[in-house]
């Protein structure tokens, strides 16, 4: 061995993995090896911090390597640091983070090219183990020691980690050591973490799942879009077995999506979805934050803009169902010898993570014949004239289908009722909470109560700070509401395997529609009783929300990346939720998936029966869904896209009726009644925009546009909903006619819209009509005149006339079953001989090929949500207004993503 020395080896970095692994180092070089010493390259801010750091930390280096990831010009004071490795005698070695040689930074260097490629090949092989022996090496050729060295030894890109196994183990060493009565589990994790040594939250999700009697396979990878030779991810590769999955759920904390993701436009389901549907499990994104933990526990909107992008709306493009945070990173103070990142486990959230996953695996194993499922119905305002009034969808209807369906897979399912209409009445008889009809024998005969003895003991288990909240609002528990004898009362009934319940309110003493979003409001003692009950009692194995509007993911909390003293956390628990929710409101539908682990079935809007809102309704539908994703993802873009709401509803001419429709009672689309009391302080800010609207959240943004909506279905000027959409029921003859001639009245991509076909087939412009629908016509078309009804004397005539040629020929091709070969036919019977009509064959070809077999797929709404019951994956998709020009987004069934937070804003 040589002499002890007291040269110092320093290595600045902008990769924390490499601070990590020359950490870890010390433990493995001899004893009488020189000090080492990590800086991360931010520590490098100006001539002060540098002087700081060269007197305390690189007076007595000998070697000084650099590893840069960009340009050696965007390190500050870099020429400072050359002047002190010259003057001291220092072996400067600058190598490029990316392993590519770099002439430039060869310049920079003090060595020779042959030992800077050395360097590099040690680096990029990475690892404790190879850069315990690249200091050996610099140590022997630099300052003439004799530790030998070996050389670069490259490490697997993907590969299997277990504490129990050794660094090569393969999978057959991973099948000697599980358990084969307890479910399996993968565990995907970066190489980084593996090459550094950086294990302990892989460790401790481990021990969670073990706990819980399930066999943890992890797996690390440097990427999950690396492919393997036969073209699948090379990480997930591990967890098949003879084409099959041979775990039961998966746990991954890679950040992005798995998949491409479109900036330019809208993104489909892609190659990662069918990856994760030939696996068919669910997977569950826990969340390995960038924050550190203090940062997290002290934010109200829990995670920062870039984790929620990386680890939340990126992820859901794979479908992945939405964690909690795992771990944190905790740093040590800049320029330690141990300057280095570690993953904080946070051991609740673990647990969390543990327990979902083991019910999820749960779903898989146990037989059909003893699953037992609950079901709620939304009942916000506590009116039994309202329950279950979810936005677009027949909830009765769609729960009947749902349960016969079960039954035909085998679930216990016993005394059904009649019929849908049957199953609400007998719900009110039996008792539910409108004090207006609730009697003395229906809180005696209650199928669901639970005993305020037994509730003192579920709310004792309640975190100290929600304990609090909840007295602090509701008073001691049980509380007042709903209680008889002692006892809470629930509202549902039992049909064999399967509980229907009624969502409890939100509060009482109070205007129920106003407190619906209530953001500080805790929920009732009565509240909570439901969610323990279903849990611990009755013992469901899954919820199910029937449709938009249920409350439990607007409770208080964290806005993403939940705590244990958030609400939705601490009532739902490990429990797997199931969401049925309309198709074109991504921004609330996001809400249940980021707050309460939920797995969306998006469903079809209702029939449409006219057509005839296009421009500024379009467009503010569109940027509400973008407020929501801004609102999360980067918030600074807020006042512009108000600013672009206001534009628009000044362009539409319904700035001065605000202050009518705010205060204004109806009940339209959204499916439940706004009794708005709030006045509307129409003082412009410095943007321009009314101090309301500049003060809005996503929900009231989203509320407003509905309110406008709903404002205009009154007054005649937009579409009219043909009843509501019933779950797995695809729309079909004169009902199918008109949803098709909804889905294509507006451009599609770059399909064009079948009404501007139409006018430009009689030499007319769709923008010209539309714009003055009452100004008589210029230049009247003959041909077109004659396949009219009524004379065309204005440009709503001539609209009019446009749309029923679209109807006829819409029918004309259900009549011949949608077939592509007729469309020749049927322009020509419709229109006869026009010029112009390849954008009309572009469109009735999309409605033929893509438009109606979507729409025949419906069916999936109810197949999906019962495959998810089953333990399977429900596959991802994109959501949208279909009938506003996004008919793309079908077909529906789907775990639904928002808008792409790349492309954010798309106008601003």
Request: charged share 20%.
């Amino acid at each position: 061995m040589g002499q002890r020395t007291t040269s110092e080896f320093v290595l600045l970095s902008h990769a924390g993995t490499d601070l990590s692994v020359l950490h870890r180092t010390q433990f493995k070089l001899p004893p009488d090896f020189a000090k080492t010493l990590a800086i991360h390259l931010q520590a490098f801010t100006d001539a002060d911090c540098m002087a700081h750091l060269f007197e305390q930390h690189l007076a007595n280096a000998k070697i000084i390597v650099v590893r840069v990831l960009g340009r050696i010009t965007e390190i500050p004071c870099f020429e400072q640091l050359k002047k002190h490795a010259r003057h001291h005698d220092c072996h400067l070695i600058v190598v490029s983070g990316t392993g590519e040689p770099d002439p430039e930074l060869a310049l920079h260097s003090t060595v020779a090219p042959t030992l800077l490629h050395e360097v590099t090949r040690y680096f990029q092989a990475g690892g404790v183990g190879n850069m315990v022996q690249m200091l050996r090496f610099l140590s022997d050729h630099l300052l003439m020691t004799g530790f030998g060295y070996a050389s670069p030894l490259p490490l697997p890109e993907h590969g299997i980690y277990h504490p129990e196994l050794s660094d090569t183990a393969t999978i057959e060493d991973w099948e000697l050591l599980r358990n084969p009565e307890w479910p399996d589990v993968g565990i995907v994790f970066y190489r980084a973490h593996w090459v550094g040594e950086n294990l302990h939250f892989v460790d401790v999700l481990i021990e969670s799942l073990k706990r819980r009697k399930m066999n943890a396979l992890p797996v690390f990878t440097s990427s999950l879009r690396t492919l393997n030779a036969v073209g699948k991810s090379a990480g997930l590769g591990f967890f098949e077995k003879n084409g099959t999955s041979r775990i039961h759920v998966l746990i991954n904390t890679t950040s992005f999506a798995m998949g491409d993701v479109n900036t330019e436009g809208p993104t489909p389901s892609g190659w990662s979805v069918a990856v994760f549907e030939a696996l068919d499990i669910p997977v569950v994104q826990a969340i390995t934050s960038s924050m550190t933990r203090e940062q997290w526990e002290q934010s109200t909107r829990g995670l920062n803009p870039l984790d929620t992008a990386m680890n939340i709306a990126l992820p859901e493009f794979d479908g992945r169902i939405v964690g909690v945070p795992v771990s944190f990173r905790a740093k040590s103070v800049v320029g330690s010898s141990t300057d280095h990142a570690e993953y904080e486990p946070v051991t609740d959230r673990m647990e969390r993570i543990a327990g979902i996953t083991a019910r999820l695996a749960r779903l898989r194993h146990r037989p059909h014949s003893e699953k037992r499922i609950a079901f709620i119905f939304t009942n916000s305002n506590s009116k039994a004239s309202q329950i279950g009034n979810a936005v677009g969808l027949d909830s009765p209807a769609s729960l009947f289908a749902i349960l016969h369906a079960m039954q035909m897979q085998g679930y216990l399912i016993e005394n059904l009722p009649v019929s849908s209409n049957q199953l609400i009445h007998d719900l009110i008889d039996q008792g539910a909470y409108d004090e207006d009809y609730l009697t003395e024998e229906q809180l005696r005969n209650a199928v669901a109560k639970v005993p305020a003895s037994q509730y003192a003991e579920w709310f004792a288990e309640l975190p100290d700070e929600l304990q609090k909240k909840m007295q602090s609002q509701w008073g001691a528990p049980p509380g007042m509401a709903y209680v008889h004898e002692e006892q809470l009362i629930l509202a549902g009934l039992e049909y064999g395997n399967t509980f229907v319940a009624l969502q409890p309110p939100r509060g009482y003493g109070m205007d129920q529609d106003a407190i619906y979003h209530t953001p500080d409001l805790p929920p009732t003692h009565h509240y909570y009783a439901l969610y323990r009950w279903l849990r611990d009692h009755w013992a469901a194995d899954a919820i199910v929300h029937i449709g938009k509007h249920g409350t439990l993911e607007w409770l208080p909390g964290k806005g993403v990346g939940l705590s244990e003293n958030c609400f939705p956390d601490a009532l739902l628990g490990d429990m797997p939720l199931f969401y049925p929710f309309i198709l074109n409101d991504p921004g609330e539908g996001a809400q249940s998936k980021r707050r309460a682990h939920a797995v969306v079935i998006d469903h079809l809007t209702p029939p449409m029966t006219t057509a005839d809102t296009y421009g500024p309704l379009a467009q503010l539908t569109q940027l509400v869904d973008e407020y929501y994703q801004v609102e999360m993802l980067d918030p600074s873009k807020l006042p512009l896209l108000q600013q672009q709401i206001w534009n628009l509803i000044k362009e539409a001419n319904l700035d001065s009726d605000l202050a009518a429709m705010l205060h204004h009672d109806h009940d339209h689309e959204h499916g439940h009644e706004h009794d708005h009391d709030s006045p509307w302080d129409e003082r412009l800010n410095e943007e321009g925009v009314p101090a309301t609207l500049s003060q809005m959240e996503g929900i009231d943004v989203a509320h407003l546009i509905e309110d406008i909506d709903g404002y205009l279905c009154e007054l005649g000027a937009a579409q009219i909903r043909d009843g509501l959409h019933i779950l797995g029921q695809a729309p079909k003859d004169e009902a199918l006619i008109q949803m098709v001639c909804a889905l294509v009245r507006l451009p599609n991509l770059t399909v064009p819209g079948l009404p501007a076909g139409i006018a430009k087939a009689f030499s007319l412009s769709i923008d010209e009509l539309l714009a003055d629908k009452g100004k008589r016509l210029k230049r009247n078309s003959a041909q077109l005149q004659q396949r009219s009804e009524h004379p065309l004397v204005t440009h709503a005539d001539t609209l009019d006339a446009i749309n029923a040629l679209g109807h006829r020929m819409v029918a004309q091709l259900s009549a011949h079953h949608f077939e592509p070969d007729a469309i020749e036919e049927t322009i020509q019977n419709v229109l006869g001989n026009t010029d112009e009509t390849s954008d009309i064959r572009r469109t009735l070809h999309f409605v033929c090929t893509v438009l109606v077999p979507n729409l025949h797929r419906t069916t999936e709404e109810i197949t999906n949500l019962l495959h998810g019951l089953g333990g399977g994956y429900v596959p991802a998709g994109p959501s949208g207004a279909p009938t506003r020009g996004m008919a793309h987004v079908l077909p529906t069934g789907r775990n639904f993503y928002s808008v792409d937070p790349r492309a954010l804003p798309s106008q601003a």
